[in-house]
């Protein structure tokens, strides 16, 4: 049974929620924790640390984490919320664009990524958000993202 906005709002969804609700799996899950969920915001917890696989080759003895991968950890707590509404139940979300991204600061492992994810217009299949990615209430990188939501059937 899939899970709704209604089911889930003002709830703290933990990774097997999660898991429920955006098709991602390790090692591309990017997101641990759903701390804040409503119509227009979501706001999740990314725990960085060393053992994620991409600190093998980025960088060798200084480990940062890619700038597209905090992205996509913004655009994965917006698909929390996303996926649940009624008109995008069993839709997949692909990204149409990225815009004025900006990275502030340098994601290292021990971090703990809060990425606040605002919802903004969605008309015709598409959604317009901002995220925020913030360690330690500072801000570590932004961006405006824009998502079609397609049937996986119509995806090939």
């Not at 969920?37 to 940062?64: A, D, L, M, Y």
């Amino acid at each position: 049974m899939p899970i709704e906005a209604k089911d889930i709002i003002g709830k703290t969804l933990d990774v097997t929620t999660i898991q429920k609700i955006i098709p991602h799996r390790y090692p591309f899950l990017l997101v641990d924790k759903i701390v804040e969920i409503n119509e227009k915001r979501v706001v999740g917890i990314k725990n960085v640390t060393i053992n994620e696989p991409f600190f093998q080759g980025h960088f060798p003895g200084h480990p940062i984490m890619p700038g597209v991968l905090i992205l996509e950890a913004m655009a994965q707590t917006g698909g929390c919320a996303a996926l649940t509404m009624a008109e995008n139940i069993g839709k997949l979300a692909y990204f149409l664009s990225i815009n004025n991204a900006k990275f502030r600061k340098p994601v290292v492992p021990g971090d703990v990524l809060r990425l606040e994810v605002d919802i903004g217009r969605s008309k015709m299949g598409i959604m317009q958000c901002h995220g925020v990615a913030k360690v330690e209430g500072e801000v570590a990188a932004e961006a405006d993202m824009m998502f079609a939501f397609v049937k996986p059937e119509e995806s090939k």
